[in-house]
């Protein structure tokens, strides 16, 4: 049965290899089911609720990879867009969670919609790569910024914005331990080095009361404060158009370079470089970001992580399944997701946030109309705390930056449409 629905033999691998790289993927990801829940109830949502989401949105996306797609890549809630969901969406523009659910689950459908209609490529072609890799590292850069203020190493300043925390605090000493144990676990290539710092953070902080340990397994809470809760009718407000665009682009380019990038790796592109079923990937992809609202959880994505099971030999959609049967059974870890404590998640925050950054080294740092608009990009995501208004920034200084430079003939008329719709907006606001 598993030779017929994954085509095993054809892909030179087999069942145990297969399992192998969906335990290898799982514990490269299964930090999310940690850090998702601690972003999200920020908000105000259930703890409990939003961690069982985290993990039925993410057994969801991985199992309708393996199962209609047939690639090895998993799906979670994705890094970046829960903090600008929390942070950026509900903390700082003050709309509801529900709210903010209706703005993911309208992304989804915009999504699908682009995938049905083969409009995915003229969209993606049309963004300049300077301004993707600018997204990307400023979503890296947003990261950083939520990670270092749990860490206690930045801290407001009514003379400077920021400044340096209490670097002796207990709190603060064992995040930074936590971040060099990542680094040095990853150069090691230990397999689920994030997910090993959060647990050792954790429990070094019991001696000292920083953390309150509340158990290992139980059962699953209930999913009910959070599901179906998201406002879709508030989400339809002209206001939010931004918010809804900001998660679907974001999510539309971290999906086609994840799986580009990782079926690379794996050796799954055609002669022509392209991937074969890039359409079903892409249905998986925004169908779980709908189906994740509607649990009760920001944008579900495919995760760069996967290339970790891709290296260990997964080449099928076992390896996916075996990720989402091994999310289903973390949906029992409830109390031990709820024992871990901010300090312990900010330095996996910053560690993905380091490994965003890395888009930068490839802007054309030879011409100033590309790399000026990939850095307003990235610097002003994290010091707006928007997603948003760092994409419609961006945008805005490409078009003009390419205008006064002589070049406009170089700007894709979606561009122009782009920049033209946030100065329109920044105009009425």
Not at 104 to 114: Q, R, T, Y
Not at 309 to 320: F, S, Y
Request: hydrophobic fraction near 55%; charged fraction near 10%; include cysteine.
């Amino acid at each position: 049965m598993l030779e017929q629905l994954f085509k095993l033999r054809d892909n030179g691998t087999t069942v145990r290899t297969e399992v192998i790289a969906g335990l290898t993927t799982f514990l490269t990801m299964a930090y999310i089911i940690f850090v998702n829940p601690d972003i999200l109830s920020k908000t105000g949502m259930d703890f409990g609720a939003v961690f069982v989401a985290t993990c039925l949105a993410a057994a969801f996306g991985s199992l309708f990879m393996g199962l209609y797609a047939n690639y090895p890549i998993a799906l979670a809630p994705g890094m970046g867009l829960n903090a600008y969901f929390t942070f950026g969406v509900v903390l700082g523009m003050k709309y509801s969670w529900q709210v903010a659910l209706g703005c993911v689950f309208l992304s989804g459908i915009l999504f699908f919609l682009i995938s049905v209609f083969k409009l995915r490529e003229i969209i993606v072609n049309a963004i300049p790569l300077s301004l993707k890799l600018g997204i990307a590292a400023g979503i890296g850069l947003f990261l950083a910024i939520i990670g270092l203020k749990n860490a206690g190493v930045v801290v407001a300043s009514p003379a400077t914005l920021v400044t340096l925390g209490d670097l002796k605090a207990p709190a603060t000493m064992l995040a930074a331990l936590g971040f060099v144990l990542i680094v040095g676990l990853s150069y090691r290539k230990i397999t689920g080095a994030i997910i090993i710092a959060i647990l050792v953070v954790s429990a070094l902080g019991l001696p000292f009361g920083l953390t309150q340990f509340k158990g290992i397994a139980s059962v699953p809470p209930s999913i009910a404060p959070t599901l179906l809760q998201m406002d879709i009718a508030g989400a339809l407000h002209v206001g939010l158009v931004s918010i809804v665009f900001a998660f679907l682009f974001v999510d539309l380019f971290d999906n086609t370079g994840t799986l580009i990038g990782v079926a690379h790796r794996g050796g799954m592109l055609d002669k022509d470089g392209k991937l074969p079923r890039l359409g079903k990937a892409l249905a998986v992809d925004s169908s779980a970001a709908m189906v994740g609202a509607a649990l009760g959880t920001s944008t579900t994505t495919s995760y760069i992580e996967s290339a970790a099971g891709v290296d260990a030999g997964g080449r099928t959609g076992l390896t996916a399944v075996v990720v989402g049967l091994l999310f289903v059974a973390a949906i029992f870890l409830a109390p031990l997701a709820g024992s871990i404590p901010s300090y312990a998640t900010a330095p996996a925050l910053f560690f993905v946030a380091c490994l965003m950054a890395q888009s930068l080294k490839e802007v054309d740092w030879g011409d100033v109309t590309e790399f000026a608009p990939a850095m307003v990009t990235a610097i002003t995501m994290p010091l707006t705390f928007s997603i948003a208004h760092g994409i419609g920034l961006g945008f805005i200084v490409y078009a003009v930056g390419k205008i006064l430079g002589g070049r406009a003939g170089d700007v894709n008329p979606a561009v122009w449409i782009i920049a033209a719709a946030f100065a329109v907006k920044i105009a009425i606001t």
